[in-house]
């Protein structure tokens, strides 16, 4: 397995590709606050009408990956002549794991399929897969739902996995139709991990240590993503080694995401151009916090129009109350 971007018998623990979050600062945030053991890109997309593959600011995203944990680049895409391009820009760039994306179930662009479409054709798939391992030189893992509108077809997808030589498969058990409704099924993951020889990674609905140890456990899945509970909680890759108490009370929780966003904001403000862009898109990360006890503070970070004012409630978020200002 030394073809893997990750190394140790312990299960492995990755941060998931989340488009518009993901950036490389808050990578480095969490990497700094948790270490994760490998981190992913936002999908970067791969335009098969243009000369140039990849756009220009996600070719600075990637060669300014300066951490120390592992970076795994995940295309999404369509035509196997341009994603093989895009691979090979992508290693010249310096990051040799890359991952296709066959899940996200808004994938359709104006010239093909893209992300989980692309399981509706699975023998076109498969020339699309073998065409991009050959372009590939270190580890290429796919990222896929279980099926398209079935969940019984990614036992129709494992053999054309296994038979194109991915490295390891990240599985999140809904449908492509499903979207993200209803509770992701790790029945079917326990299942795929008995039935491949592959590293199988488990993603989906993974919000605390003790969903994440049963899942584990339950599964024999070789690691786990962590995609909206890693941002409701950064701490919790930290968590699920046990190296931090797997619950805490609400005070301690408010100082944990008050030092997480205090951190965050100014990473984003030397990122994002100007400090409205910056708010807007720590705002995008307060989205994804769903304790139900901490959302009125929330709500009022959200509604401030004005970094300063955005800073001033984060203090009143910390100290649990705060007069409207």
């Not at 890109?41 to 756009?55: D, L, N, P, Q, W």
């Not at 760039?93 to 996200?104: K, P």
């Amino acid at each position: 397995m030394s073809n893997l971007p990750w190394s140790g018998e312990k299960p492995v623990l990755m941060l998931a590709p989340m488009q518009g979050l993901t950036n490389r600062a808050l990578r480095a945030c969490i990497i700094d606050r948790a270490a994760p053991d490998v981190v992913f890109t936002e999908f970067v997309r791969v335009m098969a009408g243009a000369k140039k593959r990849i756009s220009r600011a996600d070719l600075n995203e990637i060669k300014n990956h300066h951490c120390s944990v592992p970076l795994v680049v995940q295309l999404i895409g369509h035509g196997a002549e341009a994603l093989a391009d895009a691979a090979r820009v992508v290693q010249d760039a310096g990051v040799d794991s890359l991952n296709l994306n066959l899940g996200c179930p808004y994938g359709r662009m104006t010239t093909g399929a893209t992300g989980g479409v692309l399981l509706r054709e699975p023998e076109k798939l498969s020339e699309l897969l073998h065409s991009l391992r050959k372009a590939v030189r270190g580890s290429f893992s796919v990222k896929c739902r279980v099926g398209y509108d079935d969940p019984e077809q990614i036992f129709q997808l494992l053999p054309i996995y296994e038979d194109v030589g991915i490295d390891f498969l990240v599985l999140h058990p809904r449908t492509v139709e499903q979207k993200y409704q209803g509770e992701a099924d790790h029945e079917i993951t326990a299942k795929v991990v008995s039935r491949t020889r592959l590293p199988v990674i488990a993603n989906g609905d993974i919000n605390t240590s003790a969903q994440g140890q049963k899942i584990l456990f339950a599964t024999g899945a070789a690691g786990l993503m962590l995609g909206r509970g890693a941002l409701a909680d950064p701490l919790l890759f930290r968590r699920l080694r046990g190296e931090l108490p797997a619950e805490v009370d609400y005070s301690q929780r408010r100082r944990e995401l008050f030092q997480f966003l205090d951190d965050l904001l100014p990473r984003y403000q030397e990122l994002f151009c100007g400090d409205r862009q910056a708010l807007m898109k720590m705002k995008d990360v307060l989205n994804f916090i769903p304790d139900e006890e901490l959302q009125h503070d929330l709500r009022r970070m959200k509604r401030a129009k004005e970094i300063e004012l955005f800073r001033q409630r984060m203090l009143s978020f910390l100290q649990g109350y705060g007069a409207e200002k």
